[in-house]
T-cell receptor, first 111, second 118 residues
Framework: DQQVKQNSPSLSVQEGRISILNCDYTNSMFDYFLWYKKYPAEGPTFLISISSIKDKNEDGRFTVFLNKSAKHLSLHIVPSQPGDSAVYFC??????????FGTGTRLKVLA | GAVVSQHPSWVICKSGTSVKIECRSL??????MFWYRQFPKQSLMLMAT?????????EQGVEKDKFLINHASLTLSTLTVTSAHPEDSSFYIC??????????????FGPGTRLTVL
């Protein structure tokens, strides 16, 4: 049973436009959410996180939105840059160290 | 930022042999290290959590006698796949945190190790 789902395996966006990556979850006990970025041959790197007491967290070009009623979170990248091309994983935690990861979305930003 | 390395980056072994994978935190002391496994087109699955000097905590369904974890120091954890079989072929990735291992503590990931068992 996949508790964290990233239904879009890939996404292509033009440079300068907005990239929106989506993530859905099923476990209402999740209270902490993260986004990681992964380049080929490298480990995932932490990007941004949000706790369930907030509905938005912003860090530079990256903003994460959380809709608890819909059990949905999204990552917005504005403006998108070619260097943002990577695989993005969302992850969720239910108050413990155990992260449940989605399957990832491959973002390609076209120059 | 915090750097985590893994060695080897890839390994091919014969069925029945054992393989050791090292995970090192290079510029920080890792109080807690995590081992994940990723099958193709699937998500990262947590296998076990280890704290320096104590026994690892394994996730349900992970055989502790098959996947031996040793966290001997604050900068090194090892995963040994014993009596490897082809179904153990996977991408193994470790992460480390320098904090207490709670949910808000950032996990820093290594680059992963690709294991292929023939």
């Amino acid at each position: 049973d996949q508790q964290v789902k990233q239904n879009s395996p890939s996404l292509s966006v033009q440079e300068g436009r907005i990239s929106i990556l989506n993530c859905d979850y099923t476990n209402s006990m999740f209270d902490y959410f993260l986004w990681y970025k992964k380049y080929p041959a490298e480990g995932p790197t932490f990007l941004i996180s949000i706790s369930s007491i907030k509905d938005k967290n912003e860090d530079g070009r990256f903003t994460v939105f959380l809709n608890k009623s819909a059990k949905h979170l999204s990552l917005h990248i504005v403006p998108s840059q070619p260097g943002d091309s990577a695989v993005y994983f969302c992850a969720a935690s239910a108050g413990t160290y155990k992260y449940i990861f989605g399957t990832g979305t491959r973002l390609k930003v076209l120059a | 930022g915090a750097v985590v390395s893994q060695h080897p980056s890839w390994v091919i072994c014969k069925s029945g042999t054992s393989v050791k994978i090292e995970c090192r935190s290079l510029d920080f002391q890792a109080t807690t290290m995590f081992w994940y496994r990723q099958f193709p087109k699937q998500s990262l699955m947590l296998m076990a959590t280890s704290n320096e000097g104590s026994k690892a905590t394994y996730e349900q369904g992970v055989e502790k006698d098959k996947f031996l974890i040793n966290h001997a120091s604050l900068t090194l954890s090892t995963l040994t796949v014993t009596s490897a079989h082809p179904e153990d072929s996977s991408f193994y990735i470790c992460s480390a945190t320098q904090d207490a291992g709670g949910p808000a503590d950032t996990q820093y990931f290594g680059p992963g190790t690709r294991l292929t068992v023939l």
